[in-house]
Structure formats: structure tokens, C-alpha cells
């Protein structure tokens, strides 16, 4: 049973530019959350879809932005990159329903220089 | 929002030792999981438990949501503890995670 995958493991942008990033869910799972976590932190909510649809948001400007497929794989798109935007990009994944138990993937790690 | 504190921040010990971690969150909640972040950055579940107790072999936690707080008790520490420990909360679809707790086990 695979569990979360994201890919890639390491990208290093340049300030300005736009990135993509990838996260296929645990089997069986249809809700994908993305997080962000600078060093040293606890992750911090980005927002999760289900559906297809972004059902619920953190406090995330809108260069944040994602899409999740009919295979309920998800993209977290960042646009505009800032040197802030360094940081370990973690997904979850879950059932629909609330309070269901998470499952993490290995990570993105972002350098923007 | 939710506010949830973990304490203590950091926390050495002898092999050996036994410890209790503690989150507490601010208003009711749907799910409360403990994980242990390994130093590649991999978040390793714990446990799941919006309430009760439960044990894992040297691990075990109990969750008193109406009084909003959770425990995490390792017996036995072993160097292969050490990591950061984060509880994380989740109500209407979103989860807050805490700041964690930085363990350090030394042989």
C-alpha cells in the first residue's frame, strides 16, 4: 500500500518565478491538505481539497493556489516566489469526513534565492 | 481560531528516562494526532485520538477533550526518540498544529 508521495524532493527557484508542486494520496484517501513549515516551526495550514474543490482555507495570500484531479491527486501552485517562501511544503492526506485521521508525505523542500 | 500550546519546548534526558508531553488547545475539536518528526522532515504518526487513551509499545497518550488537553508519555527513552514531537487539532476541516516539542535522548 503506497502511502503519500510528492515530488519533487528539492527545488530551488529564483525570486519572482512560479512553482508547482505534486502529491498523489494514500490509497483509498479523497481529501488532500498542503502545509507549510519554515525551519524550526509547526507546519501551518495552507488549505485542503475535496471534490475538486478548495473547502477550506488558511491564512495563505492568494499567490497560493491549488487544484486537486478526478484521481484526487493534488498541485499546490506559488506564484510571485519570495525569499519567505523557503520552506518545507508538506501534504496530508484523509477520508472526506471531518476529524479522519492524516497522513504525511516525505515533503518539498523550497529554496527561493 | 485555535490556539494550541505544547510544553515543555525542549526536553533533554538520559536513555532511560521517562517523559509526559503536554498540548493544550483552546476550544472543542474533531481530531487530535500526536506525530513525530524525524530529522529528514517526515511526519510519522503516533496517534490518533480525539479522546481516550491508547498505547503503542513505549508510547502511550490520553486525550481529555472536555477540559481541552492532551498527554503523550514516553517510557524507557531510547537516542532514537529524539525529534520533534507536534500535536495537531483539527476542527471544520482545518488542523493547527503546535509549535512542537524538541527532544534530545543522550546514550
Known amino acids: 500500500d503506497a502511502g503519500v508521495t510528492q515530488s519533487p524532493t528539492h527545488l530551488i527557484k529564483t525570486r519572482g518565478q512560479q512553482v508547482t508542486l505534486r502529491c498523489s494520496p494514500k490509497s483509498g484517501h479523497d481529501t488532500v491538505s498542503w502545509y507549510q513549515q519554515a525551519l524550526g516551526q509547526g507546519p501551518q495550514f495552507i488549505f485542503q481539497y475535496y471534490e475538486e474543490e478548495e473547502r477550506q482555507r488558511g491564512n495563505f495570500p492568494d499567490r497560493f493556489s491549488g487544484h486537486q484531479f478526478p484521481n484526487y491527486s493534488s498541485e499546490l501552485n506559488v506564484n510571485a516566489l519570495l525569499l519567505g517562501d523557503s520552506a518545507l511544503y508538506l501534504c496530508?492526506?484523509?477520508?472526506?469526513?471531518?476529524?479522519?485521521?492524516?497522513?504525511f508525505g516525505q515533503g518539498t523542500r523550497l529554496t527561493v534565492v | 481560531g485555535i490556539q494550541v500550546e505544547q510544553s515543555p519546548p525542549d526536553l533533554i534526558l538520559q536513555e532511560g528516562a521517562n517523559s509526559t508531553l503536554r498540548c493544550n488547545f483552546s476550544d472543542s475539536v474533531n481530531n487530535l494526532q500526536w506525530f513525530h518528526q524525524n530529522p529528514w522532515g517526515q511526519l510519522i504518526n503516533l496517534f490518533y485520538i480525539p479522546s481516550g487513551t491508547k498505547q503503542n509499545g513505549r508510547l502511550s497518550a490520553t486525550t481529555v477533550a472536555t477540559e481541552r488537553y492532551s498527554l503523550l508519555y514516553i517510557s524507557s527513552s531510547q537516542t532514537t526518540d529524539s525529534g520533534v514531537y507536534f500535536c495537531?487539532?483539527?476542527?471544520?476541516?482545518?488542523?493547527?498544529f503546535g509549535a512542537g516539542t524538541r527532544l534530545f535522548v543522550k546514550a
Open positions: 496530508a492526506s484523509s477520508t472526506g469526513g471531518a476529524g479522519t485521521e492524516a497522513f
Open positions: 495537531a487539532v483539527e476542527r471544520s476541516f482545518k488542523t493547527i
